[in-house]
């Protein structure tokens, strides 16, 4: 393409992409959608749900992002990733639509010198949309790239469930600077009669979300004070309770983890209550236990030194790693390896992550968006937290399994360094092949 896409459209009206929809027939009116959004834990949940009605027997779909080291892993239907050939194919498909749009626009004069006609995400939306069409997915698990009212897959039109997990400080330059300006972009996604499930705490937020729900005829099904006692935590994962005796074990690790898996397990119980789907408890259970998502808590190696991913990369992503940190790690010694973008909040992420290792390492992505590695240890330094810079990831997975005097290693801070360091374990016989 001779000019470079934007990843995301600012919140703004869909025209343009129901237009481009419209151009490929509109498959997304004839698949059936739970339709997730929230600053943190929307991919967890996502998961989760979509684990839960695999095992149940339906052949579902899962559209997520970012993706970690394979662009296909944002695009699944019954646990098979979407092949390259079908992934460049439909994707061309779009990008012929995109242009004729594109003409279109310029004959009415909408369009502006520079401009394409549609983002990124756009395209892989509505190649993902075409994907679960072909393949017959039902339902399909989709999660919203970034905000909710806004955003490419909010043209979807009548969701089985409207699913928000939570509420944060995040992507704040195109979302709002408030909790309730955020919330009212994730709100965005709730649609007129279709019940929705928030996990959201922090009354600010709770009620635009709840009011909004309200105006429109949804049912609003509130989880965020659902009380989960839990009763072992290990790197195996962590076993919980809920009110009424029903208990659980996930293999994902950290006390976050849990309020996801309970907004889960209610979005599915709506369902199941509504007749939507037909989900049996042993399903649940079954796949709660099994569930993992690839760079959340995700544990590479159990023996000394224990090797953890996060890609916590936001504060309340960092707060949550840094909780779990003292639940499984306290009295260890503890070396983080961390990179983030400089877009991002840093200050506040670092002055959470001070409080969970001894010593850092830290290093940069080959994003162009990273922090450099200098900057990072300066900031830091104000929280108390010390260490060394490498240059690049590869440097720093190297120094950090040179370090003998670590119980533990964990990289977190950015989807992009998890990504990368995840591929340069696997060349290390860290990790086995995957899908």
């Not at 703004?12 to 339709?35: A, T, V, W």
């Not at 098979?80 to 242009?99: C, G």
Request: proline residues 3%; charged residues 30%; aromatic residues 6%.
């Amino acid at each position: 393409m001779a000019r470079s896409m934007d990843k995301f459209r600012d919140p703004e009206n869909l025209s343009r992409m129901r237009r481009l929809m419209e151009k490929l027939g509109n498959p997304q009116d004839s698949l059936r959608f739970i339709h997730i959004a929230g600053t943190n834990g929307k991919g967890s949940v996502s998961r989760f749900i979509y684990e839960i009605l695999e095992a149940s027997g339906y052949k579902a779909g899962i559209f997520t992002s970012p993706y970690i080291e394979r662009f296909n892993e944002r695009i699944e239907a019954d646990h098979n990733l979407i092949s390259d050939f079908d992934l460049n194919r439909l994707t061309d498909t779009v990008m012929k639509a995109s242009e004729a749009l594109g003409a279109e626009l310029e004959k009415e004069g909408s369009l502006k010198a520079g401009e394409t006609p549609v983002t990124e995400f756009d395209v892989i939306t509505a190649a993902a949309f075409m994907y679960f069409k072909e393949v017959k997915a039902d339902p399909v698990v989709l999660e919203v790239g970034l905000g909710g009212r806004g955003d490419s897959t909010n043209i979807i039109r009548n969701p089985l469930l409207s699913v928000i997990t939570t509420i944060g400080l995040d992507h704040c330059e195109r979302l709002g600077n408030t909790f309730a300006e955020i919330a009212g972009e994730k709100a965005g996604i709730i649609k007129t009669g279709c019940p929705v499930v928030s996990a959201v705490t922090g009354e600010e937020a709770r009620t635009v979300i709840r009011d909004r729900a309200i105006e429109l005829g949804a049912e609003f099904i509130d989880v965020s004070e659902v009380k989960a006692e839990i009763t072992e935590r290990s790197l195996a994962g962590t076993v919980f309770t809920v009110s009424g005796g029903k208990s659980y074990r996930i293999r994902m690790a950290g006390d976050h983890q849990v309020r996801n898996a309970v907004t889960a397990i209610s979005a599915v119980e709506v369902m199941n209550w509504k007749g939507t789907v037909d989900v049996e408890e042993s399903a649940v259970r079954e796949s709660l236990a099994t569930a993992v998502q690839p760079g959340r808590m995700e544990v590479i190696r159990r023996e000394r030194p224990v090797i953890v991913l996060d890609g916590a990369h936001n504060p309340e992503g960092a707060k949550a790693l840094s909780k779990t940190c003292a639940a499984l790690f306290g009295g260890k010694r503890v070396l983080m390896v961390t990179a983030m973008m400089k877009d991002k909040d840093v200050d506040g992420i670092l002055s959470a992550f001070a409080e969970a290792a001894d010593s850092f390492i830290f290093t940069r992505t080959e994003d162009l968006r990273s922090a450099e590695p200098e900057m990072l240890a300066q900031r830091a330094a104000d929280f108390g937290a010390k260490g060394e810079t490498a240059g690049s990831a590869v440097k720093a997975v190297n120094k950090a399994l040179e370090a003998a005097d670590f119980d533990v290693i964990i990289f977190a801070g950015s989807l992009y360094l998890i990504g990368e360091v995840r591929h340069i374990l696997r060349e290390k016989g860290f990790l086995e092949e995957e899908r």
